[in-house]
């Protein structure tokens, strides 16, 4: 017999023994579970069939009821980013489904083949993924595209029975031609919830920044017409300013054209066009001259501008119309949110007119030069060929913005999504640079000389102390007399380079000179030699936060003169500034690269004639582009050298200022408007007045005058 020790301890170990079989078995039970999930998440991921034999019918009951939206939903509180744990977009398309009345048989909608090619770019696209387990993003199978052909009652249960609907979350809902007779909605009158619209009639009242993307309406024409080449039919040679072919404009506007077309300037300059007696698409008719037929879209690639304006819905196909045949679309919807327009900068391709300013239109673009015309058409066809010139682009695009605010780190940068010459000798828009421009990079100063040598070295030498400064270049503008040695400059600690130019031309020191490496430039007269460091340091900053504006020290206003009916340039002291002299100021490179490469007219060919305006040269340039005007950095005001005579300095010849009045006359009438801005605005150091201790103060030595 055993010892009471051993059968407790036998008793014991049999327990064990029987705990750790247990514990196998669910194991094993756990394994198995998990395999079977394994190769049913295998199934699920079979590849999407767009085979409409594959379709599965729904029934469903019709609700009357109508919810629409929510008009609150933002990026942070309709969207689940944790369902997004891939870098990369994931979008789950659910199989094809035929919805119909349980009642009636009355199906909910029916695939348009527009809606089918949507669906074959994202199955076909880095985008798509078979498993809804890993999908952030969810799209439907019901075609939504235009409100006139689907039953908007039955097109919410619709939605709402989709195994993963969960009220619209993480969902996406196409939508071309939304509202319906006789409000006409600029959203489409269903039950989405907090569905992401990628939608083509936005207004600014209904569109839901960052998180409802705006897309364009598609034209079915597009399928039929080619494309206009690039360099077919450019811009300045068409025959036509503005053609009007819209079909459905609101009778106030087409009225007001047959108006504008019997005006004897505009009936050469203007193409007017309505349906013809058979009212087919794809030919217009001109009235007015024995019912004339016109291929249409073809005939758009007779105008320099094309007319979109308001119809009953805000979004019309006549903007991709217009934009395939290289035509630069003249927009006068009021509100009207563009496609992609979160990304895309239209206003270098599309002309927009207030409605209630349209009888100015045709003024409007004579004011337009050709070579702003030339660039606006180049743009419309990049912008065309890259984002909108098929359906399969558009989706694509429309994932890519979708993409860009998930994961804001690969996003493409302003300046990648609207084309940028690959000209070697151009660079980047300052408009299109991240808000502040890098601090460390510094900037370039050039120096504008002919002959004042010891003037020269002494603003080198206050030039090389301050912190920004990253080189010099030297532009000596004297052909007659070689620059001095370089030994015998300033030994300073920065960088220091002279070029002798060619010839003694102003626009000299605009050119963007390959030494150049930094992105900010000061461009700088000999013989301004009062600023101090700090100035020309705090002067960098505020460039720095404004790169795409000239920011400097002199400043100059224009004003009307009513006795002469001309412009006049004034140099008194004024509570308004409209021009910074490029005497002492700062600006991106671009500007150099615009003023050499791309000033309109002959204007910079008269100011190296002349030997004047440069300056008031470049406030215009940068002012028309921008439409900003420049900014003056502290209250410095006197900028005369004082160990030079006025005998050695240009601007005291009498003639100088009559001569700079009719400079901004001249530059006004080339550019065919006014773009100088005026300004009742001054940056100033914070603090530097303050009765603050000087160790507190970041910049002391600010001057007064």
Not at 109 to 128: D, G, H, K, M, P
Not at 584 to 609: E, L, Q, R
Request: charged share 20%; glycine share 2%; hydrophobic share 40%.
């Amino acid at each position: 017999m055993l010892h009471p020790k051993e059968q407790i301890l036998n008793v014991l170990t049999y327990t064990l023994l029987a705990l750790v079989a247990f514990c196998a078995i669910l194991l094993l039970c756990d394994i198995s579970s998990q395999r079977e999930r394994f190769f049913s998440s295998k199934r699920d991921s079979v590849a999407l069939d767009l085979s409409l034999s594959h379709t599965q019918e729904v029934l469903l009951r019709s609700d009357p009821e109508y919810r629409g939206r929510n008009v609150n939903c933002t990026f942070w509180d309709c969207l689940n980013i944790y369902k997004c744990e891939h870098d990369t977009l994931k979008v789950y398309i659910y199989p094809l489904q035929e919805f119909l009345d349980e009642k009636s048989d009355k199906v909910a909608t029916t695939l348009s083949s527009e809606y089918f090619q949507i669906l074959e770019a994202v199955l076909n696209s880095r985008y798509y993924t078979s498993n809804p387990n890993e999908a952030c993003l969810f799209l439907p199978s019901l075609d939504l595209l235009n409100q006139d052909v689907f039953d908007k009652h039955l097109a919410g249960p619709a939605l709402a029975s989709l195994n993963f609907w969960d009220r619209g979350e993480n969902h996406l809902i196409f939508n071309m031609l939304p509202g319906s007779a006789p409000t006409y909605n600029t959203i489409l009158d269903v039950n989405i919830d907090n569905a992401i619209v990628l939608g083509g009639g936005f207004d600014s009242w209904t569109y839901r920044p960052g998180f409802d993307v705006s897309i364009p309406v598609w034209s079915p024409l597009l399928q039929q017409a080619n494309a206009v080449p690039a360099t077919a039919h450019a811009a300045i040679h068409r025959k036509y300013l503005l053609v009007v072919a819209q079909l459905n404009l609101l009778p106030q506007h087409a009225r007001h054209f047959r108006e504008l077309s019997l005006v004897a300037n505009n009936a050469e300059q203007m193409l007017l066009l309505g349906p013809c007696d058979n009212n087919e698409l794809t030919t217009r008719c001109n009235k007015m001259h024995h019912q004339k037929r016109w291929e249409y879209p073809r005939v758009l690639a007779r105008g320099k501008f094309c007319f979109v304006g308001h119809s009953l819905r805000v979004g019309q196909p006549d903007l991709l119309e217009i934009m395939s045949q290289n035509c630069i679309p003249v927009l006068a919807i009021d509100n009207y949110v563009l496609p992609f327009e979160d990304v895309i900068d239209w206003s270098q391709a599309v002309v927009r007119v207030r409605e209630s300013e349209m009888h100015s239109v045709m003024r409007k673009l004579e004011s337009i030069s050709n070579v702003k015309v030339v660039e606006m058409q180049k743009q419309v066809q990049w912008l065309y060929s890259n984002y909108f010139k098929d359906l399969k682009s558009i989706t694509i695009t429309a994932l890519e913005v979708l993409e860009s605010r998930i994961f804001p780190l690969q996003a493409r940068s302003s300046r990648k999504w609207n084309a940028i010459s690959k000209n070697s000798r151009s660079t980047f828009n300052p408009l299109f640079l991240n808000s502040l421009a890098p601090k460390s990079q510094g900037f370039t100063a050039v120096i504008l000389t002919y002959d004042r040598v010891e003037s020269l070295f002494l603003l080198i030498q206050k030039l090389a102390v301050v912190p920004s400064l990253q080189s010099i270049l030297v532009i000596w503008n004297n052909q007659r007399k070689s620059p001095p040695h370089l030994s015998t400059f300033p030994t300073i600690s920065k960088p220091l380079k002279i070029i002798q130019t060619r010839e003694n031309k102003l626009s000299n020191r605009f050119y963007p000179y390959p030494e150049i490496e930094t992105e900010a430039i000061l461009t700088i007269d000999d013989d301004i030699i009062m600023l101090t460091s700090d100035e020309l340091d705090f002067g960098y900053e505020v460039w720095r936060e404004f790169p795409d504006h000239i920011v400097g020290f002199p400043s100059r206003i224009h004003v009307w003169d009513n006795a002469t009916m001309q412009w006049h340039y004034e140099s008194e002291w004024t509570n308004q500034i409209s021009m910074v002299l490029t005497g002492a100021a700062f600006h991106h490179k671009y500007w150099s690269h615009m003023y050499t490469y791309a000033m309109p007219g002959d204007i910079k060919h008269w100011v190296d004639d002349h030997m004047n305006c440069e300056d008031i040269a470049m406030n215009f340039l940068v002012a028309n582009i921008t439409n900003n005007p420049p900014i003056k950095v502290t209250p410095r005001k006197k900028f005369k050298c004082p160990e030079c005579t006025n005998t050695e300095m240009l601007s005291a010849d009498l003639n100088h200022m009559r001569e700079r009045s009719a400079c901004i006359d001249r530059f006004s009438k080339i550019y065919g408007r006014m773009p100088l801005r005026t300004v009742e605005f001054r940056a100033d150091p914070v603090l530097f007045r303050d009765n603050f201790p000087d160790k507190l103060k970041r910049y002391n030595d600010i001057g007064s005058l």
